[in-house]
T-cell receptor
Framework: DSGVTQTPKHLITATGQRVTLRCSPR?????VYWYQQSLDQGLQFLIQ???????AKGNILERFSAQQFPDLHSELNLSSLELGDSALYFC?????????????FGEGSWLTVV | QQQVKQSPQSLIVQKGGISIINCAYE??????FPWYQQFPGKGPALLIA?????SEKKEGRFTISFNKSAKQFSLHIMDSQPGDSATYFC?????????????FGTGTRLQVTL
């Protein structure tokens, strides 16, 4: 158990809908990362927050948004969902925002868009 | 643009054999190179990591070899066991700045047979 908690574990929704994925980082970790894992794209970095502030942005679609709240939990919002958004979404956390900080991953949220 | 290239895509090794997975990178600003292990239905978990100031790091049966001039690093699993069957990802992160996101390779699915 990494200590990173993600909900829901599984989610099935229709195209055009909006979903919110939730993440609680490890106790004491200030950085939160979101990654998307699909069969053909591997682990793709979406976005990083550190203590509520956005620190890095990857290939995150405009239909997707994220935020980190004062209690350090984070949410990833996916809207106008398309079939191609079906993937495993991972949240990860680390204590800081320096290269070399160990990054711990949650068990992911499986999103299926039908 | 694939900043970290990983090979092979899949690997079958007999029990007791040596598993070798290779990665190459382009960005000389990378200064931290972890390997993650992922079992089906689970999130990636840190296995072992190295900085470019050393050429080798060993932890139990797992060894990272690092060649800074060639911009390559590899994971060796000695005495491979069926329990090592998993997907392995190499990764890298950049020094400096205020972000610590990992850029992942495409993964290697390892199967250790009896």
């Amino acid at each position: 158990d990494s200590g990173v908690t993600q909900t829901p574990k599984h989610l099935i929704t229709a195209t055009g809908q909006r979903v919110t994925l939730r993440c609680s980082p490890r106790s004491g970790d200030l950085s939160v990362y979101w990654y998307q894992q699909s069969l053909d794209q591997g682990l793709q970095f979406l976005i990083q927050y550190y203590n509520g502030e956005e620190r890095a942005k990857g290939n995150i679609l405009e239909r997707f948004s994220a935020q980190q709240f004062p209690d350090l939990h984070s949410e990833l919002n996916l809207s106008s969902l398309e079939l191609g958004d079906s993937a495993l979404y991972f949240c990860a956390s680390s204590v800081g925002s320096i290269s070399g900080n160990t990054i711990y991953f949650g068990e992911g949220s499986w999103l299926t868009v039908v | 643009q694939q900043q970290v290239k990983q090979s092979p895509q899949s690997l079958i090794v007999q029990k007791g054999g040596i598993s070798i997975i290779n990665c190459a990178y382009e960005n000389t600003a990378f200064d931290y190179f972890p390997w993650y292990q992922q079992f089906p239905g689970k999130g990636p978990a840190l296995l072992i990591a190295i900085r470019p100031d050393v050429s080798e790091k060993k932890e139990g049966r797992f060894t990272i070899s690092f060649n800074k001039s060639a911009k390559q690093f590899s994971l060796h699993i000695m005495d491979s066991q069926p329990g090592d069957s998993a997907t392995y990802f190499c990764a890298a992160s950049r020094k400096g700045g205020t972000a610590s996101k990992l850029t992942f390779g495409t993964g290697t699915r390892l199967q250790v047979t009896l």
